[in-house]
């Protein structure tokens, strides 16, 4: 394929994301001559801004919220991860063809595999939250074959849900409320639990709340939390107190910008280097 020279990421707002920085980095190291920008796209916009990465001067995108869903009509054609996710955030410009990828749940369960140390196969978990990303991490869960699924989202509904595509698949899961006494059992017998709630987030919608506190968490547990920013989140400091084994959302942040790379370039990412630029990065 022939290397081009423009990448990047879509969203609205877009100021706050620290791809361009990881992903810029790996591209200079390697000496490919490409710029990656971002792109603030207003929601009525994301149709002509699509159709515009079929030029010659394109190799792809990231998308990021909130128009994962939105792109995907633009599409010429769209892989089976994000087919089954509703979502895509990866785009590559083959010649004028536009096709979608969703790296998000390879790049979970490469975090955990590799970083958190732990191979979900059998594992209990439970998942904090039900929105895109909860859609993501529990698709992911199933393919790893999953023990059993808790969903606790603040709406019922969502988890519900879930819980549904978890059960389709033949893996035991029971939906509840945040805020219901079966968190404290589903926890306790947890052996990895997954906050996808935007609880503790810088900019969030409560950046001091934690979905758990210490005193639920089980020392025996792995604490993943996708809240990249800050990277010592409300939740992973309830963990610490507990005891358990902690993992920030940064890895599998990197992790989904390498197989994008992987996807544009048809070459490894350097993923030292990625991750490097985004610890760089998250320190300001
Ligand atoms: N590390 C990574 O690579 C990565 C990738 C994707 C996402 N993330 C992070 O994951 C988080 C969630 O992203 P998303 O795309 O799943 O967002 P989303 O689709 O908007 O879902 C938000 C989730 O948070 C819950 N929530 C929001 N405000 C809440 C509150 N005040 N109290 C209780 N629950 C609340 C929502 O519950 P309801 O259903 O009740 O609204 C829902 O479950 C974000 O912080 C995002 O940055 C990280």
């Known amino acids: 394929m022939t290397i081009r020279t423009a990448l990047g990421i879509i969203g609205h707002p877009i100021g706050h994301s620290i791809s361009p920085r990881f992903q810029q980095a790996a591209l200079d190291s390697l000496g490919i001559n490409a710029e990656y920008r971002a792109y603030d796209v207003e929601p009525d916009d994301v149709g002509a801004f699509v159709d515009s990465l079929r030029s010659d001067a394109v190799t792809g995108i990231n998308v990021t919220v909130p128009h994962k869903e939105a792109v995907m009509p633009f599409l010429d054609e769209i892989d089976e991860w994000a087919t089954e996710a509703g979502a895509v955030n990866t785009i590559v410009n083959r010649d004028g063809r536009l096709a979608g990828y969703n790296t998000d749940g390879y790049g979970f369960l490469r975090a955990l595999r590799e970083s958190g140390g732990l191979d979900p196969a059998g594992k209990s978990t439970l998942i904090l939250g039900a929105g895109g990303s909860a859609r993501g991490v529990v698709q992911a869960l199933l393919r790893a074959e999953v023990g059993g699924l808790t969903v606790a989202n603040r709406t019922l509904a969502r988890a519900e849900s879930l819980v549904e595509l978890a059960r389709s698949q033949g893996v035991a899961a029971e939906a509840i409320t945040l805020e219901s006494d079966r968190v404290d059992d589903a926890a306790r017998s947890a052996q990895l639990i997954v906050n996808c709630t935007s609880l503790g987030m810088t900019h969030g919608p409560d950046e001091t709340a934690s979905p758990l506190r210490a005193a639920q968490i089980p020392p025996t547990?792995?604490?993943?939390?996708?809240?990249?920013?800050?990277?010592?989140?409300?939740?992973?400091?309830?963990?610490?107190?507990?005891?358990?084994?902690?993992?920030?959302?940064?890895?599998?942040?990197?992790?989904?910008?390498?197989?994008?790379?992987?996807?544009?370039?048809?070459?490894?990412?350097?993923?030292?280097?990625?991750?490097?630029?985004?610890?760089?990065?998250?320190?300001?």
């Open 221 to 284: 547990a792995l604490v993943y939390d996708l809240v990249y920013n800050p990277a010592l989140t409300p939740l992973l400091s309830e963990a610490e107190q507990a005891g358990a084994t902690t993992l920030g959302g940064i890895t599998m942040l990197v992790y989904q910008g390498a197989a994008s790379f992987e996807i544009w370039l048809e070459r490894p990412a350097p993923v030292g280097v990625m991750m490097d630029a985004a610890m760089d990065a998250m320190r300001g």
